[in-house]
């Protein structure tokens, strides 16, 4: 089925993605299949299987008659037999695969099956278009007259028929729900034949799809449509943690892929010794404090003098040897006899991170002394400013020579010296001229 946005064509073909709403990337449909058989001739003088399978909003499929004998391709919008008029899906496939897929849900009875009717026109696409926006204008409404009425219960999803006269009401509920005055006042405000029909919470988790923790979609609206029953046993033989928020998914249940490599981690757990039996050391019992199945490790706790712990990696090799000791009557002098050591390699870096190597407090000092200087340099020449008052230099002449220093500051020796240098060197040269 293709997205709404994008199946604007007369035919109903996409307009975006140009693949008649069959793409194998789950963008514009849930639960798709790919034919392999596509590209294969049938044998001369046989006929293609005239039962398909079509599809629905979300995860509903069905399988239909093509009795008319239909030119059919996958991904065509056609006009199927409802329950009451007719319905609007889209081929999901076509020929030797369907007879696959009907052994696979044990679907025995195909006498009874309903047909297809046509090809959608442009009519039906249109009034089909029109029940699909209904869905999400109804949503809000129907959900406020449960809740008005009392009923524990919640509307997940909304389905219209393809001929706008009908709508299915898709609820989760933990008990039995009594909604026949439900009913009335929907078929009284919608004005359409109401169908209610109860799902689980994982069904309703793969109706409305979304993104699982993995990252990528889940699981139960893209592929999988058996659900089993999933127990705190698979994490345990996995030795995940009991978290319930980690192994719960978005249906409040525990996670599906629990049970995916679940056999794997029971193969090899057999070659496990038991997690119960206690090895006997010199130094005292060692108890089973973790394992590690892919690396095939075992780690075990024994108390030392101080009765600290003391963990121990153990290969399971090891283990199975020690417990013959044991059962022999031997007790070896320590575990640490027998554990792994690992060795650490030091790779050479090739990013040296500079972060701690300089203190948060390095410009501290220099500011001190920053101030400090400043204070010096300006506190004697505002106590002296202060003292004298501005100067009044207008009257005055301007001959530095001749007029002494009144600024208060101290005369500079050095100058003074080399005055009177220069008078004696003058007065000895008078003396000798005369």
């Not at 963990?311 to 320590?334: A, F």
């Not at 203190?359 to 004298?388: A, C, E, I, T, V």
Request: charged content about 30%.
């Amino acid at each position: 089925m293709s997205c709404s946005t994008c199946s604007n064509n007369k035919s109903g073909v996409p307009n975006g993605c140009k693949s008649n709403g069959s793409c194998g990337t789950g963008g514009c449909n849930k639960l798709s299949v790919f034919d392999w058989l596509s590209n294969m001739d049938l044998p001369s003088g046989q006929r293609i299987y005239n039962i398909v399978e079509v599809r629905f909003k979300n995860d509903r499929k069905e399988y239909f008659k093509n009795d008319k004998n239909l030119p059919l391709q996958q991904g065509e919008v056609v006009c199927v037999q409802g329950t009451s008029g007719h319905d609007v899906g889209v081929i999901s496939l076509i020929g030797e695969l369907v007879k696959l897929q009907l052994t696979r849900k044990k679907v025995k009875d195909t006498k009874n099956l309903r047909t297809i009717y046509r090809k959608a026109k442009e009519e039906d696409l249109e009034k089909w278009h029109y029940a699909r926006k209904r869905e999400k204008e109804i949503m809000p409404r129907a959900r406020t007259i449960a809740i008005k009425l009392g009923l524990e219960m919640k509307i997940s999803d909304i389905e219209f028929q393809g001929d706008n006269t009908k709508a299915t009401f898709y609820y989760t509920a933990n008990d039995r729900v009594d909604f026949r005055e439900l009913i009335k006042q929907y078929a009284t405000e919608f004005g359409i034949r109401v169908e209610m029909r109860q799902i689980g919470m994982r069904q309703e988790a793969g109706k409305l799809g979304g993104i699982g923790s993995c990252g990528r979609e889940l699981c139960c609206s893209t592929w999988l449509t058996d659900f089993r029953s999933v127990n705190t046993n698979a994490a345990r033989y996995q030795q995940l943690s009991i978290n319930p928020q980690k192994l719960a998914g978005q249906c409040g249940k525990l996670k599906c892929c629990l049970n995916f490599e679940l056999d794997a981690y029971m193969e090899q757990i057999k070659t496990f010794p038991n997690t119960n039996v206690q090895l006997q050391t010199e130094t005292g019992y060692a108890r089973h404090i973790k394992t590690d199945v892919f690396k095939r490790m075992m780690w075990y706790g024994v108390k030392d003098k101080n009765d600290m712990m003391d963990i121990i990696g153990l290969e399971v090799d090891r283990v199975h040897e020690i417990i013959k000791m044991n059962k022999s009557g031997k007790k070896p002098q320590s575990l640490k006899d027998f554990a792994v050591v690992e060795e650490v390699v030091e790779e050479a870096s090739t990013f040296d991170s500079v972060v701690g190597q300089d203190s948060l407090s390095r410009f501290d000092d220099k500011f001190k002394k920053n101030k400090g200087k400043g204070k010096r340099k300006n506190k004697p020449h505002n106590s002296k400013n202060k003292q004298k008052g501005p100067k009044n230099t207008s009257n005055k002449p301007n001959n530095s020579k001749s007029t002494p220093n009144n600024s208060g500051n101290k005369p500079n020796n050095s100058k003074n010296k080399r005055r009177n240098n220069n008078n004696r060197n003058r007065k000895n040269n008078t003396n000798d001229q005369k």
